[in-house]
């Protein structure tokens, strides 16, 4: 048997593996902004609202005024918001707010239940607004559930990036996220509760680029039963151990092995390892949960608390027109990026 376990067609959505719910990779070519921080461009044509359907190379998806996904609540899972391109505004019914971006990486354990937006203000008011970002949604264990949510912050200069040259010259560049790579800086830890912050689960998430014709040998995981599944999302040139593999694909790979990894053309990579969690999922929209009844009372538990309230004048809050990047804490804590 090969290296190549499975191959995964990439659609909006990716399919993963346990213990990762979801996976999406956001590519938004947004024109100059406005004065409230909207596209420069006529939305005729759009179901505001929920507009997917990407008309000119971008969406509103759920906003109105502003791109974005204004209050929503989520409880008993992770998210994890890589963001490479872009400002993402942040709000949530703890109090806290956050603007990152241009490679940062927000990671929000919603535990017991918080309701928050996430919106794409448009700052540039003369050239386009370019975002792109990866979500990742990963399941919490049975035990952690409902533990206080808690947000963390892993700003770009803190993420380690490694940079191995091949034989010939050319170039891989390796972006740790999550887990450990061999000979480089550990990344920002993830929060406490989190499956990631456990050694046991041998988690990682890490974005790879290969130069055209680069080669690179991916080290294996450090467990036996960890799944790994590589994400070709830019490039169609990918080869592992010299089988073609092509592009705009997902392949499942054996995590025990060393893989050659080879790019034709410029190719780039996301990766998600993690030994699973083995239990049951019951999911109803944002909850995810491990029994229809705790579904039922996430539900009731809602409609009951709305996880807090909202505490922002309006549903899809933006932060203002300087491009600072900056997190306020719930419990006051202001970081700011200068």
Known sequence: MGVVLRRIPLGFQWETADPFLFCVHHLDRYPAGTAEHGPAASLDGRVLGQDFEAIDGWRMY???????FPA????GFETVTYVRQGLID??????AAARFGRGDVQWLTAGAGVTHSEMFPLLDRDHP?????????????????????????LWDKDIPRHLVTDDQGRCVEVTVIAGRFPGAAAPPPPPPDSWASRPEADLAIWHIVLEAGAAWELP??????ATRTLYALQGDGLALDG???????GVVVDATARVSLSA???VEILMLQARPLREPVAQYGPFVMNTRAEIEQTLADYQRTRFGGWPWDRHDPVHGSDPTRFARHADGRVERLV
């Open 264 to 266: 034709a053309d410029r």
């Open 220 to 225: 294996p995981a450090a467990s036996d039963d």
């Open 62 to 68: 759920h906003g109105e005024v502003v791109p974005g």
């Open 129 to 153: 607004n370019t975002l792109e970002l990866f979500q990742i949604w990963l399941n919490l264990p049975a035990s952690h559930k409902l533990v206080e949510p808690h947000f963390s912050m």
């Open 72 to 75: 929503h609540p989520h409880r």
């Open 90 to 95: 942040h709000s949530d019914s703890l109090g």
């Open 243 to 249: 089988e073609q593999v092509g592009g705009s694909v």
